[in-house]
């Protein structure tokens, strides 16, 4: 992955995004979800593709996974319009599969552009495919969570589960995925307190 140099604004990128035509979830998409944020925030979070609800607003994270996912930033006092918040493709994939390697490849160069417009320290992936995607590895989510992985331009790499997977594993026991989550998203806030 390189970064590449952009002649774009944030707004003219989403607008590029929301008229894209270039793969074919383009052809089953109701609204494509550019990202939505502050453009000067040190920490992105990066999931993997738009859901039904955000499929229809063209907002990220507004479903109940989403909505889990601003209650956890808020639990240590992070309010979600001072981060920038998008996925790793932009249209959502039929019946909410995961998106594809040839998907994931025609839409990464917008990610890519959101990355070197914004020039966070940190991106969060929330998740399997955008971990696997970013760190370029075939290890589990589950060995990857909770770690910092130095990435280009002095960027760092901090992989959580998707709060989609959390909503499928309610329990809180020590070292269940909601517990290893409270302990990420503390560790995050200990980071960003000190950048
Ligand atoms: S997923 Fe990405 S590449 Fe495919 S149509 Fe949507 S914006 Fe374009």
Same mark, same amino acid.
């Given at each position: 992955?390189?970064?590449?140099? +952009? ?10 995004? $929301? ?39 063209? %907002? ?11 209650? +956890? ?7 979600? /319009?001072?981060?920038? +918040? ?10 909410? $599969? ?17 990355? =070197? %417009? ?13 971990? /696997? ?6 290890? =589990? ?10 990435? %280009?331009?002095?960027? /760092? ?25 409270? $302990? ?9 307190? /000190?950048?």
């Amino acid at each position: 992955m390189d970064m590449p140099t +952009i002649s774009l604004t944030m707004e003219e990128l989403a607008e590029k995004i $929301r008229d894209c035509q270039k793969c074919p979830l383009s052809q089953t998409r109701k609204k494509a979800v550019p990202g939505e944020g502050s453009h000067n925030s040190v920490v992105m979070f990066v999931g993997e593709a738009p859901g039904g609800d955000e499929d229809r607003e063209g %907002l990220p994270f507004i479903g109940r996974a989403g909505q889990l996912f601003t209650r +956890i930033l808020q639990s240590v006092q992070i309010e979600r /319009k001072d981060v920038f +918040i998008t996925n790793i493709v932009k249209c959502r994939p039929p019946q909410n $599969r995961n998106p594809n390697k040839s998907e994931i490849e025609i839409c990464l160069p917008y990610l890519e552009s959101q990355i =070197a %417009l914004i020039n966070p320290r940190i991106i969060v992936t929330l998740g399997s495919v955008p971990t /696997k995607c970013l760190l370029n590895t075939d290890d =589990a989510i589950s060995r990857l969570r909770g770690q910092w992985f130095p990435w %280009l331009g002095g960027i /760092k790499i901090f992989p959580m589960f998707h709060p989609s997977y959390l909503l499928r594993h309610q329990e809180a026991t020590p070292g269940s995925p909601k517990e290893l989550t409270w $302990r990420d998203i503390q560790e995050l806030k200990r980071m960003l307190s /000190k950048i």
